[in-house]
């Protein structure tokens, strides 16, 4: 057992060291001859799972589109404007009130030149934005030379950076903290994971094994101790035999392919329409195999193949029994471990390794729990029809979360198949469907008689109808804050009670006077939310704040922030936030975004030699730098001399919490006098 172990730790630390690596873009160039001294500079960006970024736009009041300037060389000319080779993904955003366009995976971008001399190069100066589902990096930048020589053939002519330009701004200030927002999703699929490996447990072909297994390595063991180190064994291998294949294989594929790869193949994955409509009709074939339609089963040869050599000696012959486990249930389980896998594939690389593991885990810990007290073996239940009800309701489950992808590739695509009446109309069926399942009106094929209804499925049954009755004026409308990760959005519904006009959180900022009694910097084009007052430029603010007397209240945001929006539409615009912020703070917002360029005495130079010039750039170097976040929103209460009051609060939609917040950060603030 001590080599095995210390056979796996290479693997293992391997794996974690695999998972470090930059989240930005990586930019690459190829030149392609035309003839006639003419040449198509392509561009092209790998954006890293889960990771979109913004095509060209325009977009006047909208998000950071991305910007592309080339500077030709001598002897070389621009011929047009800058081309999108990649189609981008265009779809209304509620936020912005405009349509928009994404990349996902990879973009690419072209201009064509012509070539006077004999060689020479172009200069590619290149600004984005990455946005995922919970915050946005802070805009990044490169500028990428790129040389021409005549009679070039496609992909010979390599593009360089030059040795100031990074790629990520994380090289040069502190390590970056992952804001808090982008961990939600992860640990709701963790969770999830573990309620599946639980419920496997309950399925007809594991949970007679439990107490068969358990009692074999009691009674063969020789002693109670060995049986219960032989039980932890037994439980190691199957955790192994479901984390460690998948992790292999996507270990390999990033060692081989490198982030790039693996980004390309987790966002395809994620996004495109073709594993996302063959994940939905996977899902609805698990479904039929539940509700008893067929079974699917590993090949015969292979289970008695493993069978045979569990009787040997040692671990050899625990780890094929895990394995003939594995293998026998696969009935059960081979449905909940592809909807485990398939459901994290939208995560970052890591993803389905943590979840397996988790799933694993939970359905190896009856194996060993029950091996270390046997006594609690007589308190389990007596296999019977129960188990086969279990597996129905899975189903049923299945044909729900099933939707999903369906209406991912309906949304990405703008099919305009499964609008979200349609996918709620489902799920109410559903739902309404596996409600009178529970009540005993609906019966399949290997059901067994139920003479009169237990207190347990009534209860589930009310649980049903109660999430039913919660659905249906979805139908009209109704937001459904609690499933809004499930459904497509509110735009796509044809129909809505009272619909009106977007509440919106803009407005023209109040104006106050800086100590000297001049408007505050920038305040000519950024403004706060719902009238308040403030500042844009953090000097001007600590001045200010220190002659008033107040704490200050740091805003780092961004234009393009999806969620500093809906932070300040759903939490700012609370009255007891808005009473607080207005009366007991001085507020400063710093843009991350923001293109303006300020005059060269505030320009700032990096410990790296580059010099930031934009105030967009300026503020994303400070939070970075100071702070160690590159996402937004991110709200930093800073007392006297600089000092920060309270630990800082990133995306959180909880009004009472973000108010706590505000006030501990005033408490403090008196404390220091």
């Given at each position: 057992m001590y080599k095995l172990i210390r056979s796996l730790l290479p693997v293992i630390a391997a794996l974690f060291a695999a998972t470090a690596g930059a989240q930005n873009a990586?930019?690459?160039?190829?030149?392609?001859?035309?003839?006639d001294n003419a040449y198509r500079i392509v561009l092209e960006a790998a954006i890293p799972a889960p990771y979109h970024m913004y095509d060209m736009g325009p977009y006047e009041g909208g998000p950071n589109a991305t910007a592309i300037v080339f500077t030709?060389?001598?002897?070389?000319?621009?011929?047009?404007?800058?081309?999108?080779?990649?189609?981008?993904?265009?779809?209304?955003?509620?936020?912005?009130?405009?349509?928009?366009?994404?990349?996902?995976?990879?973009?690419?971008?072209?201009?064509?030149?012509?070539?006077?001399?004999?060689?020479?190069?172009?200069?590619?100066?290149?600004?984005?934005?990455?946005?995922?589902?919970?915050?946005?990096?802070?805009?990044?930048d490169?500028?990428?030379?790129?040389?021409?020589?005549?009679?070039?053939?496609?992909?010979?002519?390599?593009?360089?950076?030059?040795?100031?330009s990074e790629k990520a701004p994380a090289a040069e200030v502190a390590p970056v903290q992952k804001d808090v927002a982008g961990s939600g999703s992860l640990w709701a699929l963790i969770i999830e994971a573990i309620l599946w490996g639980f419920a496997a447990l309950l399925t007809p072909c594991v949970f007679p094994m439990v107490p068969m297994t358990v009692s074999f390595f009691m009674k063969?063991?020789?002693?109670?101790?060995?049986?219960?180190?032989?039980?932890?064994?037994?439980?190691?291998?199957?955790?192994?035999?479901?984390?460690?294949?998948?992790?292999?294989?996507?270990?390999?594929?990033?060692v081989l392919g490198g982030d790039a790869v693996t980004a390309d193949i987790f966002n395809w994955l994620a996004t495109h329409w073709l594993p996302n409509v063959l994940f939905f009709l996977v899902f609805m074939v698990f479904a039929a195999s539940f509700f008893g339609a067929f079974e699917i089963t590993m090949p015969s040869w292979m289970v008695n193949k493993s069978d045979s050599k569990a009787d040997s000696k040692g671990l050899a012959g625990i780890f094929f029994m895990a394995l003939t486990l594995v293998l026998v249930s696969f009935s059960c389980?081979?449905?909940?471990?592809?909807?485990?896998?398939?459901?994290?594939?939208?995560?970052?690389?890591?993803?389905?390794?943590?979840?397996?593991?988790?799933?694993?885990?939970?359905?190896?810990?009856?194996?060993?729990l029950f091996a270390f007290f046997p006594a609690m073996l007589k308190k389990l239940p007596k296999s019977g029809g129960w188990l086969n009800s279990v597996k129905v309701v899975l189903g049923f489950i299945e044909v729900a979360l099933g939707m999903k992808f369906l209406s991912v590739a309906d949304q990405t695509y703008h099919w305009g198949l499964l609008d979200r009446e349609i996918y709620l109309a489902v799920w109410i069926v559903t739902f309404s469907l596996l409600g009178l399942y529970l009540l005993g009106k609906i019966k399949f094929a290997h059901d067994s008689d139920t003479p009169y209804l237990g207190v347990g499925r009534l209860?589930?049954?009310?649980?049903?109808?109660?999430?039913?009755?919660?659905?249906i004026p979805g139908m009209w409308g109704a937001p459904l804050k609690g499933l809004s990760g499930y459904l497509p959005p509110l735009h796509t519904q044809d129909f809505v009670i009272g619909q009106g006009a977007p509440s919106s959180t803009g407005g023209d900022a109040r104006m106050l006077l800086t100590v000297d009694g001049r408007k505050p910097k920038h305040s000519d084009f950024l403004h706060l939310p719902h009238g308040?007052?403030?500042?844009?430029?953090?000097?001007?603010?600590?001045?200010?704040?220190?002659?008033?007397?107040?704490?200050?209240?740091?805003?780092?945001?961004?234009?393009?922030?999806?969620n500093c929006r809906e932070m300040e539409a759903r939490v700012w615009s609370d009255p007891q936030v808005l009473?607080?912020?207005?009366?007991?703070?001085?507020?400063?917002?710093?843009?991350?975004?923001?293109?303006?360029?300020?005059?060269?005495?505030?320009?700032?130079?990096?410990?790296?030699?580059?010099?930031?010039?934009?105030?967009?750039?300026?503020?994303?170097?400070?939070?970075?730098?100071?702070?160690?976040?590159?996402?937004?929103?991110?709200?930093?209460?800073?007392?006297?001399?600089?000092?920060?009051?309270?630990?800082?609060?990133?995306?959180?939609?909880s009004i009472p919490g973000f108010v706590e917040f505000l006030r501990s950060g005033v408490e403090a603030y008196k404390n220091q006098q």
């Open positions: 990586d930019w690459k160039s190829t030149v392609e001859p035309l003839g030709p060389g001598e002897g070389v000319a621009l011929e047009g404007g800058v081309e999108q080779l990649t189609t981008p993904d265009r779809h209304y955003d509620k936020t912005f009130e405009m349509e928009i366009g994404t990349f996902a995976g990879k973009a690419r971008f072209a201009q064509r030149v012509k070539l006077s001399v004999p060689e020479s190069s172009v200069k590619a100066q290149i600004e984005w934005m990455l946005c995922d589902d919970t915050s946005c990096m802070p805009p990044d490169t500028e990428l030379t790129i040389a021409i020589p005549a009679g070039a053939t496609p992909g010979n002519a390599a593009a360089t950076a030059p040795a100031e063969s063991a020789g002693s109670p101790a060995m049986g219960r180190i032989r039980a932890g064994a037994y439980g190691f291998f199957i955790v192994a035999l479901y984390t460690l294949p998948i992790a292999a294989i996507i270990l390999i594929t990033r389980t081979g449905p909940i471990v592809g909807s485990v896998l398939i459901k994290s594939t939208a995560g970052e690389f890591w993803t389905p390794i943590i979840t397996m593991l988790a799933f694993s885990l939970a359905f190896a810990l009856p194996f060993t209860a589930l049954a009310i649980i049903t109808f109660s999430f039913v009755v919660y659905l308040l007052e403030g500042f844009f430029d953090l000097k001007e603010a600590e001045a200010y704040a220190a002659k008033v007397g107040k704490p200050l209240f740091i805003d780092f945001t961004g234009h393009g922030c999806v009473d607080i912020l207005r009366n007991d703070y001085v507020i400063v917002a710093l843009f991350s975004d923001d293109k303006k360029v300020l005059p060269e005495d505030e320009w700032v130079t990096t410990d790296s030699g580059k010099v930031l010039k934009s105030l967009g750039k300026i503020n994303s170097h400070y939070a970075l730098k100071t702070f160690g976040v590159n996402a937004q929103p991110y709200y930093v209460l800073q007392g006297r001399d600089g000092k920060t009051l309270v630990p800082p609060r990133g995306y959180d939609l």
